[in-house]
């Protein structure tokens, strides 16, 4: 079985990041980030365990760095059909 978990993603040209998720593939946010960094963008992300709580995930952001939290899909959205 296939755990999920949330993806921190993190904009370090504008102190940003936003937790995507939950999800158990990341596959589409690597490749929308991985495009976003050729175009010159400094976007990374990570992935954070799923604790069943987004608002944990994000106090716990908040607390380890100086970054401004976002709403999902602030950074990155994907272009889903």
Known sequence: MVKSFYLVVFDRDSDQCS???PMSDDTQWVDALAKAADKGRNV??????????RGKVEAGLKRLFSYEVLPPGSIIALNVH
């Open 44 to 53: 990374r992300c990570w992935q954070a365990a799923d604790e069943g709580d």
């Open 19 to 21: 937790v995507e998720g």
